[in-house]
Nanobody, 120 residues
Framework: QVQLVESGGDLVQPGGSLKLSCTLS????????MAWYRQSPGKQRELVAT???????TYAAAVKGRFIMSRDNANDAVHLQMNSLKPDDTAVYYC??????????????WGQGTQVTVSS
């Protein structure tokens, strides 16, 4: 089964930058649609960014212009470069992979999550 491992979460000052990474094993990352989600205590899980196989990345309005999602297909990894961080960005960030609609086998996978804390 496909597994996702995240890294890069840390404590950072407002206005600072942080880069999250997610590595896929047990499969080929380029085959999958990838996304980043985040969740704060007492709030719903929020979609942050998506990067499908066939399109450019898209972003939630709250992070547009500050975050950049990228693929490194050769190393089965995706990244989330976060700039101009705000206290509202504090959350556990999760990596997500899913198969395209036309695939014979359908499944999805979640990473374990990595904590990002932006302190005032």
């Amino acid at each position: 089964q496909v597994q996702l491992v995240e890294s890069g979460g840390d404590l950072v000052q407002p206005g600072g930058s942080l880069k999250l990474s997610c590595t896929l094993s047990g499969g080929v990352l380029s085959f999958h649609d990838m996304a980043w989600y985040r969740q704060s205590p007492g709030k719903q899980r929020e979609l942050v960014a998506t990067y499908t196989r066939s399109a450019a990345p898209t972003y939630a309005a709250a992070v547009k212009g500050r975050f950049i999602m990228s693929r490194d297909n050769a190393n089965d990894a995706v990244h989330l470069q976060m700039n101009s961080l705000k206290p509202d960005d504090t959350a556990v960030y999760y990596c997500h992979a899913s198969t395209p609609p036309w695939a014979v086998q359908q499944y999805e996978a979640w990473g374990q999550g990595t904590q990002v804390t932006v302190s005032s």
